[in-house]
C-alpha cells in the first residue's frame, strides 16, 4: 500500500475515534445528569445500569474503535515526524555575550537600556502579583468568609483566587513576552556588534561540578530534615494519624457525597 | 524463501519488536502501578486494605480509598494533617514528602505513579493530539494555584473551626473517584453506598470524564494542569537524586530536546520534566544523561527509539557493552524487585485477612445490641454510664455513627441534625456514635466546641473496635452512617452516606403517625 493510502487510513480512522471518544463522554456526562436528577433515592445498580443501558452500543463501538487503532498502529506504524527544535532564546543570549565579549559604544548602550527594561519588568511584575495575592489570602484569613454552607464558602474563595490569580499569571506572561523581545532585540545587538567588530571567539563560563556540588550539599542538608522530620512525627503521632485516615473511609473525602 | 528473503524477514519482525516492545519507563510504571495496589482481593471482597502497611504513603497520585491500595495516598495525608495543624505540627507528612522529593523529584510522575502510567496509556489512543503551546505552558500553573488554595490553604482554613476539608480529594481529585469510589461501588457487595451518590458525585464524574477524554488527546492531561502532587515535586526536581540532568558544557543549544519533550518544560530537568527519557534519546551531543546510578537506566534505554537530528535511531547504534559489574548488580536489582513485588502480593493476598461481612444490621431487622459509653459532655444526660441501643426501646431512636476527621460527619452534626431537635423534642431519641479510635484527639473537647451540646442528644464511643458500627455497615469502614430505629426496635431507615433532616424527617414522620 502506497505511503499516501497508509496516511488517509491513519487519518479517517483517528477523525472517527475522536469523534466517538468525544461522544461517548458527552453521552456518560449526559447519563450522569440525568440519573442525578431522575431520583428518587437511594439508587439501585439496577436503576444505574437502566440508564447506561441506552449508551452501551456508544460504548462497544468506541471500544471496538479503539481496538482497530491499536491494530492499525501495530501493522501498519505511522512514521515519526521529525522532532522540531525549540531554542531557548535567553540561552542563545548568553553564548552570544560570551562570543561577542565586551561591547563598545553605541552597542554596549543599547544592551544595558535591555537589560534596565527587563530588570524593571520583572520588578514590577513581582510587585504587582505579591499585591494581587493579598486579596485571595485576606479573604482566607477571615473566618467569617467560611462560616455556614461549605460548599458555596468554598466556591466564593475559589472564584477570588482564581480571579486574583488569573490576573497575576496574566501579568507575568506579559511580563514574559516582554522580556522575550527585549532578549530577541539584544541578540540582534550582539549580532551587529559580531559582524562589524568580529567575536571574541570566548564560551559561557558553566561549571556542571559546581552546580552538582550545589545540589549535593541540599540534597544531603534535605536527606537529615526529611529523616528528622519523620522521626518526630512518629513520636508526635502524625504516623498513627496517617494509618487512622487511610484505614477509615470518608465519603465525602472520595467525592461520593 | 531463500536464505536472504528469510534474513530480511526477520530483520522486519526485529525491527517491529523493536518499535513495539515495552520500554524499561512502561516496566517499571507497571511494576510501580501493581505494588501501590497489591491488595487485589479488595476488588472481589469490596473492603479497603486496613493493616500497619498504610503508615507508609505511595509516592505517587493513589486514593487510599481504593480496595486495593496497599499504602497511603500523601496528598490525601498532607490535607489530612493540616486539619491538625492548629494543635500539631505536620512533621510526618511533610518528612516524607521532602524525602521522596529530594530522592525522586517528579522522577515519580514519569515511573512510579499510576495515574499517570493510566494517562500514557489513554494517550496512546489513535486520535489527533494537541502538542504544547503557549497556552498549555500558560494553563501548567494552574497546579501551583491548586496546590497553594485547595491541598493548603484551605485545609488551614478550616482547621481554625475544627473542620476536616480535603479541598482537592472532595473537589477536584479523579483518583479518588475512579478507584477509590469507582472501587468501592464495582462491587456489588457495596450497593448500600450508592445511597451516597448525589451533586458532589455528579460533579467529580464530570471532571473525571474530562481528564480521560482530555488525556486522549492532550499528553498527559491532569498532570500537567492540575496535579498538585507534581507541582510539589517538581520544586525538587533540580536537586533531586534521581531524574535527568544536562552538562551545560556539552549542550549545543539545537533545541532538540526541549522540541521532543511532551511535557511544557523550558530546559531539560526543570519543574515540568518528569524524567521520561526523550530528550536523552534525541541529544546530539550526549549531553543528557540519567542522574543518579546506572544499576537500573544507563543513556539511551529509556522510551522507545527517536530519531535524532542526524537521523540516526540509538537502537540501531552500535551499543557499547555494559560492565560485568553493572550487570550483575541489575540482575540482583531485578531480583529484589520481583522478591518484593511477590512477597507483596502474597502477604495482601494470602496472609492478610478481610473481615467476615456481617448482614445483622439490615432494615427490617432487629437493631443488634451493642455497649456504647457515653461521653462526658457539657449538659450531657447518662453521662459516664453505657447504654444499648435496647434500651430507647418504646422510643423512634435515631442513631449517627461519625468520626472526627469525617468533614461530612461533621457538617450533618452540625447543621442538619439539630433541626430533628426543633422538630422533636424529647419525641425521638438521638444517639451519636463516635469510632472506637480516638485519633489522638480528645473527643469530649471536640463535641464540647463544635458540636450541639443543648439538643438533648448522647453522645457516645462505639466501644469494642466499632464491632456495633461494622455490623450495621455491613463491614465496609465507610462514614458517616445514620440509622432509624422504630419504638419495638427494629432498623427502618440506613444510609452509608451524608444524610439531610429532609430525608431523615421523611421516615419518622411516619415512625410517629
Known amino acids: ?257 | 524463501m531463500n536464505k536472504t528473503e528469510n534474513h530480511k524477514e526477520k530483520t522486519k519482525i526485529g525491527q517491529w519488536w523493536a518499535n513495539h516492545k515495552p520500554s524499561k519507563r512502561r516496566l517499571i510504571q507497571l511494576y510501580a502501578a501493581l505494588l501501590t495496589n497489591a491488595n487485589l482481593k479488595g476488588f472481589k471482597s469490596g473492603y479497603i486494605y486496613q493493616g500497619n502497611a498504610k503508615y507508609a504513603c505511595a509516592p505517587g497520585l493513589n486514593c487510599y480509598s481504593c480496595p486495593a491500595a496497599s499504602a497511603s495516598c500523601p496528598l490525601g495525608a498532607l490535607q489530612n494533617a493540616m486539619r491538625d495543624a492548629n494543635k500539631t505540627i505536620p512533621f510526618y507528612i511533610v518528612g516524607i514528602l521532602l524525602l521522596y522529593g529530594f530522592l525522586f523529584g517528579r522522577w515519580i510522575c514519569g515511573f512510579l505513579c499510576p495515574f499517570g502510567l493510566l494517562q500514557d496509556l489513554l494517550y496512546k489512543i489513535k486520535t489527533p493530539k494537541i502538542k504544547k503551546n503557549r497556552l498549555t505552558r500558560t494553563a501548567s500553573y494552574l497546579k501551583y494555584f491548586i496546590l497553594a488554595y485547595l491541598v493548603i490553604l484551605l485545609p488551614l482554613t478550616y482547621a481554625v473551626q475544627e473542620y476536616p476539608m480535603p479541598g482537592f480529594c472532595k473537589y477536584i481529585c479523579p483518583s479518588g473517584l475512579l478507584i477509590g469510589a469507582g472501587g468501592l461501588l464495582s462491587n456489588d457487595l457495596n450497593f448500600n453506598l450508592l445511597g451516597a451518590l448525589g451533586p458532589l458525585f455528579t460533579w467529580k464524574f464530570l471532571l473525571l470524564v474530562i481528564f480521560i477524554l482530555g488525556s486522549v488527546f492532550i499528553y498527559r492531561f491532569f498532570c500537567r494542569f492540575f496535579c498538585p502532587l507534581g507541582a510539589l515535586y517538581g520544586l525538587f526536581n533540580k536537586i533531586s537524586w534521581l531524574g535527568v540532568k544536562m552538562e551545560k558544557s556539552k549542550c549545543t543549544n539545537c533545541g532538540l530536546c526541549v522540541g521532543a519533550c511532551d511535557m511544557d518544560i523550558r530546559h531539560v530537568g526543570d519543574h515540568e520534566c518528569i524524567s521520561c527519557g526523550k530528550c536523552v534519546n534525541v541529544c546530539p551531543t550526549n549531553a543528557i544523561r540519567y542522574k543518579g546510578p546506572k544499576i537500573m537506566l544507563a543513556p539511551n534505554e529509556v522510551g522507545l527509539p527517536l530519531k535524532t537530528k542526524q537521523n540516526v535511531d540509538p537502537v540501531d547504534a552500535p551499543g557499547t557493552p555494559l560492565p560485568k559489574k553493572t550487570k550483575i548488580a541489575r540482575l540482583l536489582v531485578a531480583i529484589a524487585m520481583f522478591a518484593v513485588l511477590g512477597g507483596a502480593l502474597v502477604y495482601y493476598n494470602f496472609i492478610d485477612q478481610d473481615p467476615v461481612r456481617s448482614t445483622a444490621g439490615q432494615v427490617g431487622s432487629l437493631c443488634p445490641d451493642f455497649e456504647m459509653s457515653v461521653y462526658k459532655t457539657e449538659n450531657a444526660p447518662y453521662a459516664g454510664e453505657t447504654l444499648k441501643p435496647s434500651d430507647s426501646l418504646g422510643k423512634v431512636t435515631v442513631i449517627n455513627f461519625w468520626y472526627i476527621y469525617c468533614g461530612g460527619c461533621v457538617h450533618e452534626l452540625q447543621d442538619e441534625f439539630p433541626l430533628l431537635y426543633e422538630e422533636y423534642g424529647d419525641r425521638i431519641e438521638v444517639i451519636v456514635v463516635h469510632s472506637d479510635q480516638e485519633y489522638g484527639q480528645d473527643i469530649t473537647a471536640f463535641i464540647n466546641d463544635n458540636l450541639p451540646t443543648d439538643c438533648g442528644f448522647i453522645y457516645t464511643r462505639d466501644q469494642a473496635g466499632e464491632a456495633f458500627f461494622y455490623t450495621l455497615t455491613d463491614s465496609t469502614p465507610a462514614w458517616p452512617c445514620t440509622i432509624i430505629i422504630d419504638e419495638y426496635g427494629v432498623i427502618q431507615f440506613k444510609t452509608i452516606a451524608n444524610t439531610t433532616f429532609e430525608e431523615l424527617s421523611g421516615v419518622i414522620d411516619e415512625l410517629l403517625k
Open chain 1, 1 to 257: 500500500m502506497s505511503k499516501t493510502a497508509q496516511k488517509w487510513i491513519h487519518l479517517i480512522v483517528s477523525c472517527i475515534l475522536s469523534a466517538m471518544l468525544i461522544g461517548l463522554g458527552i453521552a456518560l456526562i449526559i447519563s450522569c445528569l440525568d440519573i442525578y436528577n431522575s431520583g428518587p433515592k437511594p439508587y439501585t445498580p439496577e436503576s444505574i445500569a437502566a440508564h447506561f443501558q441506552k449508551i452501551s452500543l456508544l460504548v462497544y463501538l468506541t471500544a471496538a474503535c479503539v481496538v482497530l487503532g491499536i491494530v492499525l498502529n501495530l501493522v501498519m506504524p505511522q512514521e515519526k515526524k521529525k522532532v522540531k527544535a525549540f531554542r531557548d532564546n535567553a540561552e542563545t543570549l548568553s553564548r552570544l555575550e560570551a562570543k561577542a565579549g565586551m561591547l563598545e559604544g553605541e552597542f554596549a548602550q543599547k544592551a544595558a537600556k535591555e537589560k534596565n527594561l527587563r530588570k524593571i519588568l520583572r520588578l514590577c511584575t513581582a510587585i504587582a502579583c505579591v499585591l494581587l495575592a493579598i486579596r485571595p489570602l485576606l479573604h482566607f484569613m477571615n473566618q467569617d468568609n467560611f462560616l455556614g454552607d461549605k460548599t458555596q464558602c468554598v466556591i466564593r474563595a475559589m472564584t477570588i483566587a482564581l480571579v486574583y490569580g488569573a490576573a497575576s499569571l496574566s501579568l507575568t506572561f506579559l511580563c514574559k513576552a516582554l522580556c522575550s523581545k527585549s532578549i530577541d532585540r539584544q541578540i540582534d545587538i550582539y549580532k551587529a556588534s559580531i559582524a562589524s567588530n568580529g567575536a571574541s571567539g570566548l564560551k559561557p563560563v558553566v561549571d556542571d561540578d559546581k552546580d552538582a556540588k550545589r545540589a549535593f550539599i541540599l540534597r544531603c542538608v534535605l536527606a537529615v530534615a526529611a529523616i528528622t522530620f519523620i522521626v518526630l512525627g512518629i513520636f508526635n503521632g502524625g504516623a498513627e494519624a496517617v494509618l487512622d485516615k487511610a484505614n477509615a473511609i470518608c465519603m465525602e473525602c472520595i467525592g461520593m457525597g
